[in-house]
């Protein structure tokens, strides 16, 4: 599984190379091509049926490890005791429930440029299609090795990045999108329109995001529990909201 390979390469890394960024094996997030003869999965909700069981995907179009939707707090602790040892703790909001075991992975494999060490905050992405019912807050520390070459760190999720520029230092962002928690039963506004009193904006939503009109088909199978889907009715009343 990429999974299990990915944590050992990294592990490897940290014990082989002296310093996080010494040795990493490169990571870039998994591709996930359509699988042939995969139905889509059904959704939970009104008009779906919410008491049946939602059934998970086939093992071969589940995705491996994904960055989360985003970075919210970046720390660089230093502990007193010699050596010196600098522990990174991130946290973040993943787009659902159900995503686990957080961490923290180099965006690439050498010593950065700038100094700056570059990581992904990912996790496990769910098995199924999961409501929009609000972001879920997570966290993942990482350890560098005493003598590291690196004077910052920069955290990457699926919509932003953080960068701490010094150690040991932190950042925070707050992040005002809606996370559509309540989208269902209001109408939809498309980009570029005015703020309106119980109406959901395209502006204020993650840009990630599938829009499917009453007239609009679907193309392909592909799941990204990242991306948002609204299904829209005549009135452009939003009739489901969910994370693929």
Known sequence: MLATSLR????????????????????????????????????SGPGWGAEEEQPLLPEAARPSELPVLYVTGVEILRSAAKPELDIVRVTGLAAS?????????????????DGV????????PPDQSEDASGF?????????????????????GSENAITVTQIPGAAQVTIAVDGCTNCVGKKFAPEGSAPQQGVVREDDLPKLLRILKPTDGIHGIEHDPNRLTLILGEDNTILEAFWE
């Open 97 to 113: 429930e159900g995503w686990s075991e957080p961490q923290l992975v180099p965006t690439y494999a050498g010593k950065p440029f």
């Open 8 to 43: 050992v390469a990294v592990v490897a890394a940290l014990i082989e190379g002296g310093a996080v960024g010494g040795a990493f094996a490169q990571y870039a997030p998994p591709a996930h091509p359509p699988v042939p003869g995969v139905a889509p999965p059904s959704y």
């Open 136 to 156: 879920v807050p997570l966290s993942a520390i990482l350890p560098l090795e005493p003598g590291h070459p690196f004077r910052g760190v920069r955290v990457r």
């Open 117 to 124: 060490l570059d990581l992904e905050l990912i996790a496990i």
